[in-house]
């Protein structure tokens, strides 16, 4: 079956541009979650979202950072004003409930 | 807030070695135990998962980790590895009963299996 699809595989963008990176999860996941990885940090979580709850933002690094998810399934990360530091891949990963995640080929982000 | 070490940044071996990567967590609480493996240009997979029930826990290829509650502890170990076994592994854990289960990940190993 399909699993979780990111789009684009890579973004170049110049400092102050905004940016938006895009998840598909796997149909039937009501979890998804938003990740970053980046050389001097791991991996990070950004945000969390199920079902019709309120989403967990606890790991946006900025405001300048915001995620939405439209009908329970795709979900779009928003990066505005871009820095240097935003440079990263930028990993999806779906769940049902709490069990396994799945993880996206991920966006790599290149701010110049 | 949870954390996750890793102890080895980088580990060689050559094949048919045997390999054991540490990992440890920082959490009094109960959590969910989890080693994922990224292969060079693919994207994070997972290897083994732990929930409860037998601490010794056996997922893909060969791989096993075994939980040890009294040390905070989930390594992985591999009696023989392979050329293809090069990769970087994660180990991570998320918090049980928790209402958000993002995954807090170590920094990762990287293995390099030579010929």
């Known amino acids: 079956g399909a699993g979780v699809s990111q789009s684009p595989s890579n973004k170049v963008t110049e400092k102050g541009k905004d940016v938006e990176l895009r998840c598909d999860p796997i149909?039937?996941?009501?979890?998804l979650y938003w990740y970053r990885q980046s050389l001097g940090q791991g991996l990070e979580f950004l945000i969390y979202f199920q079902g019709n709850s309120a989403p967990d933002k606890s790991g946006l690094p900025s405001d300048r950072f915001s995620a939405e998810r439209t009908g329970g399934s795709v979900s779009t990360l928003t990066i505005q004003r871009t820095q240097q530091e935003d440079s990263a891949v930028y990993l999806c990963a779906s769940s049902r409930g709490h069990l396994e995640q799945f993880f996206g080929p991920g966006t790599r982000l290149t701010v110049l | 807030a949870q954390s996750v070490s890793q102890h080895n940044h980088h580990v060689i071996l050559s094949e048919a070695a045997s390999l054991e990567l540490g990992c440890n967590y920082s959490?009094?609480?109960?959590?969910?135990l989890f080693w994922y493996v990224q292969y060079p240009g693919q994207h994070l997979q997972l290897l083994l998962k732990?929930?409860?029930?037998?601490?010794l826990v056996k997922g893909i290829k060969g791989f096993e980790a075994e939980f040890i509650k009294s040390k905070f502890s989930f390594n992985l170990r591999k009696p023989s590895v392979q050329w293809s076994d090069t990769a970087e592994y994660f180990c991570?854990?998320?918090?049980?009963?928790?209402?958000?289960?993002?995954?807090?990940f170590g920094k990762g190993t990287k293995l390099s299996v030579i010929p």
């Open positions: 959490y009094g609480g109960t959590v969910n």
């Open positions: 991570a854990v998320t918090l049980s009963g928790a209402g958000s289960y993002q995954l807090t």
């Open positions: 732990y929930f409860s029930g037998d601490p």
């Open positions: 149909s039937g996941h009501t979890a």
